[in-house]
């Protein structure tokens, strides 16, 4: 029996020839076909075959959203090549590193990151430089590098069969807690995501989905994205997030789908024109990747819009968990049911043993199509947490309630141990959200004489006088046991995040040290 061809290059090259004339990528005012799309990524593939390429090596990409970066990751998907998004945030050691670590053939970047590579590139296992959206490479520019191809190949070859368990993308974990790993996902766990999103979602042939996420993180790329090419719908490509322009896509566009974060959703909704904004065709606005503020669900269904919460990780492709729509207001807090194909338990982290009664913490674990096929290159990582049977350890504490509705409580390496009790940060963050004034809220630990660690609660608040401890103990302590109270309040005017947008919280810790206990 023939294999299925499970490759989203092959995708977008049957929507090239029966609806070629269809908008696939709306970018900075131009809109870009599937014909014309299908055609680029031909083009691309037939070079990078021509410069060396091989099914299974690595294509590695620098650079932010924008048109190329999707056809890089089609081309590699049309060869059997290995897509390799790099956060373009980094810093040039953090690159390298990532290079020697997964050592592509091919190394694809903007040319705002070339004095960047250029600091680094005769160290690492590059075969070849590609610079793309510079125009002609001058004298100016070091020989290494070479134009990305635009004129369409005229004798491209088809795209190569892959199957579900051939590696699709390597996608760099933030690595806040040491060296980044490398999660190698297959052509079938992004195929699965697409599956359990439109089973769930109920995506549409030729939905509009708005690109805001950075596509070199899986929410970015999986999320939405691909599974919108693979139903021939339409992109909105955004190259960094603006709240005001977002809200005007949203509605010029009759944007159907949107994955963002938290503080993406509350800038939005902070806008001048969103109370009067017409909304209607926004039928999934999927939040994850943050505790999300019950206040801010809230302001959402205010707008007749449900912000459905999702749970999952780039290690699931990424979604595991949703809120379907009729639950939003009445469990703002809950990050919904275990995806279709997918399955969700809890575990012990001590012990390893299945926790089967409801409303008590313990360590997510998920099994499916969708788990990813390991860390790259680092088989001890991958045993951690990845055992014989397909269940994967997040790292995640979360807790289910009797009717099996999934509720994240926090990282288990971010929990605070006081005095013998466990303390959550995230239960903490979400109670000091509400409080007045507050914009942003983190806790973390620290050593307490006495308990061991105490939660510190770090506050970024608008306007009027900044809360004090007592203040904020006495809101807290209204909804909280008074043993996950926090010991102390700082404030500052933003809180660090890391490449990947999340609170740094150990750089958030260091602060916190640095400004010594009040």
């Known amino acids: 029996m023939r294999q299925q061809n499970l490759g989203s290059a092959a995708a977008v090259h049957y929507w090239a020839r029966t609806t070629r004339d269809t908008t696939a990528i709306v970018y900075e005012g131009a809109r870009i076909s ?13 070079a990078l075959s021509d410069g060396g390429v091989r099914r299974g090596d690595r294509i590695a990409f620098l650079g932010r959203n924008g048109p190329v970066l999707l056809e890089a990751a089609l081309a590699a998907a049309h060869l059997g090549a290995v897509f390799v998004p790099l956060n373009a945030r980094l810093a040039g050691g953090e690159v390298a590193y990532l290079l020697g670590d997964c050592r592509p053939h091919t190394l694809i970047a903007e040319d705002a990151h070339r004095a ?4 680094f590139a005769d160290t690492v296992p590059v075969q070849r430089f590609l610079l793309a959206d510079s125009g002609p490479v001058g004298p100016a520019v070091h020989p290494r590098w070479e134009p990305l ?74 999320g939405f994205t691909l599974g919108s090419l693979c139903h021939g719908g339409t992109l909105v490509v955004r190259r960094s997030f603006s709240a005001e322009q977002c809200l005007e896509d949203l509605v010029e566009h009759r944007v159907a789908n949107l994955i ?32 999300v503020p019950p206040a801010l669900v809230r302001d959402y269904l205010a ?71 390991g860390y790259w290159n680092d088989p001890e990582a991958t045993r951690r947490v990845l055992d014989d049977a397909g269940w994967f350890r997040s790292g995640d504490i979360g807790r289910l309630d009797r009717h099996g509705l999934l509720y994240i409580v926090d990282r288990l390496k971010d929990v605070i141990i006081s005095g013998g009790e466990n303390i959550y940060p995230a239960e903490l963050e979400r109670h000091l959200a509400d409080y007045p004034g507050v914009r942003e809220a983190a806790v973390v630990g620290v050593e307490h004489p006495r308990w061991g660690e105490s939660p510190v609660a770090v506050l970024c608040q608008d306007g009027g006088d900044r809360a004090t401890l007592e203040e904020i103990r006495a809101f807290t302590g209204q909804r909280l046991a008074r043993y996950k109270l ?24 260091a602060q916190v040290l640095a400004a010594g206990r009040p």
């Open 303 to 373: 707008h007749g819009i449900p912000l459905h919460q999702a749970w999952g990780m780039t290690e699931t492709a990424p979604l595991a968990s949703h809120l379907p729509t009729e639950l939003v207001g009445a469990h703002p807090d809950a990050a919904g049911f275990p995806l279709p194909h997918t399955e969700i338990r809890l575990v012990d982290p001590a012990t390893g043993g299945v926790v089967g009664e409801p409303e008590v913490a313990a360590e997510i674990c998920v099994r499916g199509p969708n788990v990813f096929a």
């Open 116 to 119: 960047l590579v250029d600091a």
């Open 260 to 291: 963002a974060v938290p503080t993406m959703f509350a800038a939005i909704a902070a806008t001048a024109g969103f109370p009067r904004a017409d909304l209607s065709a926004l039928r999934a606005a999927i939040v994850g990747g943050a505790p």
């Open 149 to 222: 191809p635009t004129a369409e190949a005229a004798d491209a070859a088809p795209p190569v069969a892959v199957l579900p368990d051939d590696p699709a993308v390597i996608m760099y974990t933030s690595g806040t807690t040491g060296r980044p790993k490398g999660a190698v996902l297959t052509h079938g766990n992004l195929w699965w995501n697409h599956l359990n999103t439109a089973a769930v979602i109920r995506t549409r042939l030729g939905d509009t989905t708005l690109v805001l996420a950075p596509m070199f993180h899986i929410a970015g790329l999986s």
């Open 34 to 46: 599937y014909g014309t799309l299908s055609a680029r990524v031909r083009s691309l593939a037939a």
């Open 486 to 509: 926090p010991t102390a309040v700082h404030h500052c005017d933003a809180l660090p995040r890391n490449g990947s947008g999340k609170v740094d919280k150990a750089a958030l810790r």
